[in-house]
């Protein structure tokens, strides 16, 4: 008895001094898409967080891999000691019909990591990673002729039948759909182990992002602004090492988007508008405006912010009041900032 409570001891102590040796693991949370909303940059800049380990390429065990069976997954996983966090990103699991049961059925617990970002951007992104990668095979058509037209047979992309004027069944327009896969990820997790990050603030304002989803992940959170810098060419966001030097991602992202005419751009937004709302309803993910205003009366507070879904801002009138004080939206100070953004009410 004393010698099993003498073994026992040790080993809460060989756990507490980090001591144990590093295993590999399934993963704890996992990066499920969406493809080409900033997946890589998550991934890259929550290493920030020394806590955080993740395999370098894409697994892709739960779509195309899943014949090769749970010990292959598990070695492909990164060693890890007590406490820290391992993550897995395969962006092609959001839009795969299996993934969702089969990761719960792994581990109910696991939690899912979503970023989106405006699906034309998404759309145009994910066409200009096929055609760069189609450019030895023959020219791909333009990006109008996939989306709107009568697009090539031989890529396979269905394009009999069009929704609201556009080829909904072209893959590039498909996975924009979000609430539909959305759905499935609800079907089989509780909202409190989903997490969204929003693709567009990822580019934006990545500290924030970071910070939440290090908080997502049961970690204190490490990422700071300073931590960021600016591409001078691409203008994205890049890792910013202690000498200084800016760690950017490589060249398959960031890449040039071709322009894409107008009345294609606003054919796609109509066609996006009704599918956005549902995925808003089913996250309750709106996109709003926030308004920082900067006071000229000395009686008043310095600064004002109010947010406001971006459907009910449209509808304001020239005032509105705030704080018992009245905002002019029509007259914009030089100081005052308005910017639009995605709230999210989920977790
Ligand atoms: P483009 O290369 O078409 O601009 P993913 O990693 O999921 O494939 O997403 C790639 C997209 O992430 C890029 O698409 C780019 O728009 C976006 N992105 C977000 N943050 C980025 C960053 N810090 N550096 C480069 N691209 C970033």
Known sequence: MRYRLLLFLQMINLISSGVLPPRKRFPDAIIVGVKKSGTRALLEFLRINPLIKAPGPEVHFF?????????????????TRIGEVTIEKSPAY???????????????????IIVVRDPVTRAISDYTQSSSKRKRVGLMPSFETMAVGDCANWLRANCTTKTRGVNAGWGAIRIGVYHKHMKRWLDHFPSQNIHIVDGEKLISNPADEISATE???????????????VDPIKKF???KNDDGKLHCLGKTKGRHHPDVEPSVMRALKEFYGPENKKFYQLTEYE????????????DSPKALTIEIPLGDAKKLRRYFVLNNYNVDITEKGEEDKYTIGGKRRFQ
């Open 215 to 229: 908080k997502f992940l049961g970690l204190s959170p490490v990422a700071k602004p300073e931590n960021f810098g």
């Open 63 to 79: 779509d195309k891999n899943f014949n090769k069976g749970l010990e292959w997954y598990r070695e492909q996983m990164p060693e």
């Open 94 to 112: 959001f839009h795969s019909k299996m993934a969702p049961e089969r990761i719960k059925s792994l581990n109910p617990n696991t939690k899912i």
């Open 237 to 239: 966001p890049c890792l």
């Open 287 to 298: 996109p709003y405006l926030r308004i920082i205003h900067t006071c000229r009366n000395p």
